[in-house]
C-alpha cells in the first residue's frame, strides 16, 4: 500500500503515526467459477478444428508412393510369398509334382495375370516319356502309354507343364508308331491295334478339353497352349492318315468311325 501524507493527510504534526491492516478470507461466489470456466470448450474446440485443417492441407500436399511389395498368396496349389514389385515369385510346383511356379509382381503392387505352371510336371508323366525314349521300336510300350494317358487325364487333373508333357508324348509316340507300322506286315491284328491307338488318342484330346482339364489351359500362356493344341492335333491327323495307308486289301471296305471334337476351343 501506498502511504504518504498526501493521501491520508496529518492532523498532527510531529506525532507518531502507524497503520493497521486486516484481512478476511472469504469464497469466491459461484457464478465467478462458471463464468471463468465456460469459454474454455469452445477455445479448445476452435483450436482442435484448426490444428485439422492444417493437418489434412499437409497430407494432401505429400505425395504418395506406390506399395513396395506385392502380399503373399495361395493360388493353384501354390504358395507365393511377399514378393517385391518388377520381380518374377518362385515357389514350389502343387503337391505330387516338382519345379518351380512362377508369376510376376507388377509395379502397382498386384500379381499380374495367373501363375505360370508351365514348369510343374509329375513324376508319373516323367516315367512315361522316358519309357518311349528307351524304347523307341516297341509298340507295345507306345500303345500303353497311350492307354495311360487316356486313362489319367479322364480321372485327374492336369497342371499346365503335364499339358505341354502330354503334348510332347503324343508327338513321339505317333512318330514311333507310323515308323513301326510301316515296317510291319499288314495284318488284321496290327490294324486293329491301329485302330484302338488312334481311338486312345481321340478320346485323349476329348479328354483335355473337357471342364476337368480347363484350369490346366490356364497355367500356360497363349503361345504354349496353341503349341499344344497343335501337336496333339497334328499327331492325331498324321497317325488317322498312315492307319488307312496301310489298311490291308481285304479291309479296305471297312469303315472307320471315329468321334471327336472338331477343334480346341478358346480357353
Not at 132 to 152: A, G, R, V, W, Y
Not at 192 to 214: T, Y
Request: one cysteine or more; proline letters at 6%.
Amino acid at each position: 500500500m501506498y502511504v504518504k501524507n498526501e493521501v491520508f493527510g496529518d492532523a498532527c504534526p510531529e506525532t507518531s503515526k502507524y497503520l493497521e491492516f486486516r484481512f478476511i478470507c472469504v469464497s469466491p461466489p459461484a457464478t465467478t467459477t462458471t463464468t471463468t470456466t465456460t469459454p474454455l470448450p469452445t477455445t479448445t474446440t476452435t483450436s482442435t478444428s484448426t490444428t485439422s485443417s492444417v493437418k489434412s492441407s499437409l497430407t494432401s500436399l505429400l505425395p504418395t508412393f506406390p506399395p513396395k511389395f506385392c502380399q503373399p498368396k495361395f493360388e493353384r496349389e501354390v504358395q507365393f510369398g511377399k514378393t517385391e514389385t518388377g520381380r518374377i515369385a518362385k515357389a514350389q510346383c502343387p503337391i505330387n509334382t516338382y519345379g518351380e511356379a512362377e508369376q510376376f509382381c507388377s509395379i502397382t503392387g498386384k500379381w499380374e495375370g495367373l501363375p505360370d505352371l508351365s514348369n510343374c510336371v509329375s513324376i508319373w508323366i516323367k516315367k512315361l516319356d522316358d519309357d518311349i525314349q528307351n524304347s523307341p521300336e516297341d509298340p507295345i510300350i507306345h500303345f500303353e502309354t497311350m492307354k495311360d494317358l487316356f486313362t489319367h487325364s479322364r480321372r485327374h487333373k492336369l497342371v499346365g507343364g503335364e499339358l505341354i508333357k502330354v503334348s510332347s508324348i503324343v508327338e513321339k509316340v505317333v512318330y514311333n508308331y507310323i515308323n513301326i507300322m510301316k515296317s510291319s506286315t499288314k495284318s488284321k491284328e496290327n490294324h486293329h491295334q491301329s485302330r484302338e491307338m488312334n481311338k486312345f488318342l481321340v478320346d485323349l484330346i476329348n479328354n483335355l478339353l473337357s471342364p476337368l482339364q480347363e484350369p490346366a489351359w490356364k497355367d500356360i500362356n497363349s503361345i504354349k497352349q496353341r503349341n499344344v493344341a497343335s501337336k496333339i492335333l497334328d499327331s492325331s491327323e498324321k497317325l488317322l492318315a498312315t492307319i488307312f495307308s496301310v489298311t490291308p486289301t481285304s479291309e479296305s471296305s471297312m469303315t472307320e468311325h471315329f468321334d471327336a471334337l472338331p477343334n480346341i476351343r478358346a480357353i
